[in-house]
């Protein structure tokens, strides 16, 4: 990979905060262009820290941040002007509409009016807010505000993406439309998106950062983070009456590569035992179904699921934190 094809690149990226708080810890990643990048991370992991020192709101303690070849900082306002930013939880000044905001938004851009106009109708309309045009903002919900915070950020056509949380305070009818947005703009618009929604961002990326207190616990392709599941499982919905789903849990008990079945009304979580092939498996899902007389609502697989591999790696990091602190080789004893 070229160095032109990277467009965020940062090298022992560390933030600490008035010699207190560690937010950043030696952070190393990098973005390729028309890539959907996702951070994911607990609350306090350093997601919103990482989008703020790529932006160069903040100055990092140690290390450095590239963006699109140049090292980003307070003064690198040409930067910013090529990305387009979401913070959590956007703030805008409340007498001012949709119309008046994203109109103020393309001037500070350097946009005329023949290109402003246009382009803010069809993002009002792009992010649903057509209905509430001429509502002064302080009047929005928090979704509202996200919405309005994803037009303003689209405003002046930028490179590169930086959304923070894009689906805060988003009914399921908003987050479906803001994830049909960046499906959209893959691969001509190079998106970073920090969110705790799991399925988000199994929905859309196609690389990952994983961050646990600090550090970059893995970087790398969506595919490549669920590969590292240790145990398989699949998961099958059906609806069916009471006599099919007990075929259903009596055909899967004899199947070999079955583990214990776990039930839940029609919801059953099937582990696969080592060395057994999920196509396989599948297939026999679907034999048991068909036998069983039942209506196959949904059928997914545990090495298919972002969550899994994620919550298993911040297990593995929280396992290994005593022996990194004491720098991978355990207490040296000292002479008495």
């Not at 382009?119 to 509430?132: F, P, Q, S």
């Amino acid at each position: 990979m070229g160095d032109d094809e990277i467009i965020i690149r940062t090298r022992s990226l560390t933030k600490i905060y008035g010699s207190r708080t560690i937010a950043l810890n030696g952070v190393d990643l990098s973005v390729r262009r028309g890539s959907v990048f996702g951070f994911l991370g607990p609350n306090g992991a350093g997601k919103t820290t990482t989008l703020r020192l790529i932006l160069g709101l903040q100055q990092p303690s140690a290390g450095s941040v590239e963006v699109f070849g140049t090292r980003s900082g307070p003064n690198t306002s040409g930067i910013r002007a090529r990305i387009g930013y979401l913070p959590t939880n956007p703030e805008f000044p409340p007498d001012m509409t949709p119309i008046t905001y994203l109109d103020f938004v393309g001037k500070l851009c350097g946009m005329n009016r023949e290109a402003r106009t246009p382009r803010l109708a069809g993002l009002i309309r792009a992010v649903g807010l057509l209905h509430a045009q001429a509502r002064r903002v302080g009047t929005f919900s928090t979704g509202m505000r996200t919405r309005l915070g994803i037009a303003a950020s689209l405003m002046h056509d930028p490179e590169l993406i930086v959304w923070d949380e894009p689906c805060s305070g988003l009914d399921p009818a908003g987050r479906r439309h803001t994830m049909d947005l960046i499906r959209w703009m893959a691969g001509a618009k190079t998106v970073v998106v920090s969110s705790h929604i799991l399925t988000d961002i199994d929905q859309v990326c196609t690389h990952v950062g994983v961050l646990s207190e600090g550090r970059l616990i893995f970087c790398g392709e969506v595919a490549e983070m669920k590969r590292q599941i240790r145990i398989d499982a699949i998961t099958v919905e059906l609806l069916a009456s009471e006599d099919s789903l007990a075929s259903f849990v009596g055909q899967a008990k004899a199947c070999a590569w079955v583990g214990d079945v776990a039930r839940e009304g029609g919801r059953f979580i099937l582990p696969v035992t080592d060395g057994a092939a999920i196509a396989t498996a599948l297939s026999d899902v679907l034999a048991m179904t068909r036998k069983a007389e039942a209506e196959l609502i949904s059928v997914t697989t545990g090495l298919g699921r972002v969550e899994d591999a994620y919550l298993q790696m911040l297990e593995d990091d929280g396992a290994q934190g005593f022996m990194r602190a004491c720098g991978g080789n355990g207490l040296s004893g000292g002479e008495a």
